[in-house]
Protein backbone atom coordinates (compact mmCIF):
# COMPACT_ATOMS: atom_id res chain seq x y z
CA UNK A 1 0.00 0.00 0.00
CA UNK A 2 1.65 3.18 -0.92
CA UNK A 3 -0.19 5.63 2.04
CA UNK A 4 1.80 8.28 3.83
CA UNK A 5 -0.38 9.62 6.70
CA UNK A 6 -0.19 12.87 7.74
CA UNK A 7 0.86 13.14 11.91
CA UNK A 8 -1.97 12.32 14.10
CA UNK A 9 -3.87 15.20 15.29
CA UNK A 10 -4.82 15.96 18.89
CA UNK A 11 -7.88 14.18 20.13
CA UNK A 12 -9.08 13.16 23.31
CA UNK A 13 -10.30 10.24 21.91
CA UNK A 14 -9.49 6.02 22.49
CA UNK A 15 -9.43 4.32 19.31
CA UNK A 16 -10.22 0.64 19.51
CA UNK A 17 -10.09 -1.96 16.96
CA UNK A 18 -11.61 -5.63 17.85
CA UNK A 19 -15.00 -7.67 18.02
CA UNK A 20 -17.11 -6.34 20.98
CA UNK A 21 -17.56 -10.90 21.91
CA UNK A 22 -13.80 -11.25 22.64
CA UNK A 23 -13.30 -7.48 24.21
CA UNK A 24 -16.34 -6.90 26.35
CA UNK A 25 -15.39 -3.50 28.09
CA UNK A 26 -16.14 -2.34 24.89
CA UNK A 27 -20.21 -2.89 25.10
CA UNK A 28 -20.81 -0.80 28.36
CA UNK A 29 -18.27 1.80 28.17
CA UNK A 30 -18.52 4.14 31.11
CA UNK A 31 -15.51 6.48 30.77
CA UNK A 32 -15.49 10.11 30.12
CA UNK A 33 -12.83 9.76 26.54
CA UNK A 34 -15.13 8.99 23.77
CA UNK A 35 -14.46 5.46 22.35
CA UNK A 36 -14.53 5.18 18.55
CA UNK A 37 -15.10 1.51 18.04
CA UNK A 38 -14.03 -0.50 14.91
CA UNK A 39 -16.26 -3.62 15.18
CA UNK A 40 -17.89 -5.98 12.31
CA UNK A 41 -21.04 -6.23 14.57
CA UNK A 42 -22.59 -4.15 16.88
CA UNK A 43 -23.17 -5.08 20.19
CA UNK A 44 -23.08 -1.62 22.03
CA UNK A 45 -25.61 0.14 23.32
CA UNK A 46 -25.91 2.91 20.90
CA UNK A 47 -27.10 5.42 23.29
CA UNK A 48 -23.89 5.53 24.94
CA UNK A 49 -22.91 8.78 24.61
CA UNK A 50 -18.81 8.02 24.67
CA UNK A 51 -19.11 5.26 21.98
CA UNK A 52 -18.97 5.71 18.03
CA UNK A 53 -19.62 3.10 16.63
CA UNK A 54 -17.61 2.76 13.07
CA UNK A 55 -18.41 -0.77 11.67
CA UNK A 56 -16.21 -3.14 9.91
CA UNK A 57 -13.66 -1.88 7.40
CA UNK A 58 -10.92 -2.97 5.17
CA UNK A 59 -7.74 -2.56 5.92
CA UNK A 60 -6.84 0.51 3.29
CA UNK A 61 -10.16 1.92 4.26
CA UNK A 62 -9.51 1.76 8.09
CA UNK A 63 -5.70 2.81 7.96
CA UNK A 64 -6.77 6.36 5.88
CA UNK A 65 -9.31 6.93 9.08
CA UNK A 66 -7.21 6.48 11.56
CA UNK A 67 -6.16 10.15 12.38
CA UNK A 68 -6.57 11.31 15.41
CA UNK A 69 -6.40 9.95 19.21
CA UNK A 70 -4.74 7.33 20.41
CA UNK A 71 -4.82 3.65 19.88
CA UNK A 72 -5.92 1.68 22.27
CA UNK A 73 -4.54 -1.95 22.82
CA UNK A 74 -6.29 -3.42 25.51
CA UNK A 75 -8.04 -7.01 26.49
CA UNK A 76 -9.54 -8.48 29.52
CA UNK A 77 -10.26 -12.59 30.44
CA UNK A 78 -14.15 -13.71 29.69
CA UNK A 79 -15.11 -16.95 31.15
CA UNK A 80 -15.05 -18.09 27.32
CA UNK A 81 -11.61 -16.85 26.49
CA UNK A 82 -8.05 -15.77 28.04
CA UNK A 83 -7.95 -13.00 25.82
CA UNK A 84 -5.60 -11.00 28.32
CA UNK A 85 -3.17 -13.85 29.12
CA UNK A 86 -3.12 -14.72 25.19
CA UNK A 87 -1.93 -10.97 24.60
CA UNK A 88 0.55 -11.15 27.31
CA UNK A 89 2.31 -13.80 24.37
CA UNK A 90 1.08 -12.09 21.28
CA UNK A 91 1.28 -8.83 20.39
CA UNK A 92 -1.95 -7.45 18.93
CA UNK A 93 -2.37 -7.03 14.82
CA UNK A 94 -3.86 -3.77 16.14
CA UNK A 95 -0.41 -2.20 17.71
CA UNK A 96 0.70 -2.47 13.91
CA UNK A 97 -2.05 -1.28 12.32
CA UNK A 98 -2.51 2.08 14.88
CA UNK A 99 1.28 2.69 15.01
CA UNK A 100 0.97 1.79 10.43
CA UNK A 101 -1.87 4.82 10.33
CA UNK A 102 0.97 6.98 13.15
CA UNK A 103 -1.54 6.93 15.95
CA UNK A 104 0.26 7.02 19.11
CA UNK A 105 -1.00 4.09 21.19
CA UNK A 106 -1.85 3.25 24.49
CA UNK A 107 -1.39 -0.46 25.82
CA UNK A 108 -1.47 -2.33 28.96
CA UNK A 109 1.49 -2.23 31.05
CA UNK A 110 1.35 -5.86 31.52
CA UNK A 111 2.06 -6.57 27.12
CA UNK A 112 5.93 -7.76 26.48
CA UNK A 113 5.46 -4.76 24.19
CA UNK A 114 4.61 -2.00 26.80
CA UNK A 115 8.47 -1.32 27.21
CA UNK A 116 9.70 -0.85 23.45
CA UNK A 117 6.27 1.53 23.08
CA UNK A 118 7.61 3.59 25.86
CA UNK A 119 11.36 3.04 25.15
CA UNK A 120 10.56 4.55 21.77
CA UNK A 121 8.33 7.15 22.72
CA UNK A 122 5.37 5.42 20.62
CA UNK A 123 2.52 5.62 22.90
CA UNK A 124 2.05 4.80 26.90
CA UNK A 125 2.12 1.74 29.21
CA UNK A 126 -0.93 1.95 32.04
CA UNK A 127 -2.16 -0.58 34.19
CA UNK A 128 -5.93 -0.01 33.58
CA UNK A 129 -8.84 1.26 31.25
CA UNK A 130 -9.38 4.26 34.57
CA UNK A 131 -5.46 5.21 33.85
CA UNK A 132 -6.25 5.59 30.06
CA UNK A 133 -9.00 7.40 30.34
CA UNK A 134 -7.01 10.18 33.01
CA UNK A 135 -3.68 9.98 30.80
CA UNK A 136 -5.93 11.04 27.44
CA UNK A 137 -8.25 13.54 29.74
CA UNK A 138 -4.99 15.29 31.10
CA UNK A 139 -1.93 15.13 28.22
CA UNK A 140 -0.82 18.16 26.87
CA UNK A 141 -1.16 18.91 23.24
CA UNK A 142 2.29 19.58 22.79
CA UNK A 143 2.83 16.03 24.40
CA UNK A 144 0.71 14.51 22.54
CA UNK A 145 2.14 16.27 19.58
CA UNK A 146 5.82 15.36 19.86
CA UNK A 147 4.53 11.79 20.04
CA UNK A 148 2.52 11.28 17.16
CA UNK A 149 5.89 13.04 15.18
CA UNK A 150 7.78 9.76 16.23
CA UNK A 151 5.13 7.30 15.61
CA UNK A 152 4.68 9.04 11.94
CA UNK A 153 8.61 8.28 11.37
CA UNK A 154 8.06 4.71 12.77
CA UNK A 155 4.92 4.29 10.69
CA UNK A 156 6.86 4.91 7.94
CA UNK A 157 9.04 1.94 8.89
CA UNK A 158 6.38 -0.37 9.42
CA UNK A 159 4.44 0.76 5.77
CA UNK A 160 7.46 -0.11 3.74
CA UNK A 161 8.45 -2.84 5.19
CA UNK A 162 12.40 -1.84 7.03
CA UNK A 163 11.53 -4.26 10.27
CA UNK A 164 11.33 -7.42 8.50
CA UNK A 165 14.00 -6.82 6.26
CA UNK A 166 16.46 -5.62 8.85
CA UNK A 167 15.35 -8.90 10.68
CA UNK A 168 16.01 -10.61 7.08
CA UNK A 169 19.28 -9.17 6.82
CA UNK A 170 20.52 -9.81 10.53
CA UNK A 171 19.02 -13.78 10.06
CA UNK A 172 21.85 -14.05 6.73
CA UNK A 173 24.70 -12.36 8.52
CA UNK A 174 24.34 -14.48 11.46
CA UNK A 175 24.00 -17.67 9.20
CA UNK A 176 27.42 -16.53 7.05
CA UNK A 177 29.23 -15.57 10.01
CA UNK A 178 28.64 -19.28 11.20
Known amino acids: ?8 KFKRELIFIGNQERFPFTKNWQYKTQLRLYARVKLADQTQKNIIYKGFLAD ?4 RQLDSGFGLCWSVNTPTQAEKEYSKLNASYKLSTYLAAGVPVIVNQEMPISQFIVDH ?6 SSLDDANSLVQNILESEYNEVAKRVNRYGEWLRKGFQSKKIYIDVIASLLDE
Do not use: F, N
Not at 1 to 8: F, G, R
Open 1 to 8: MDYQPKVS
Open 121 to 126: GLGWAV
Open 60 to 63: DELI
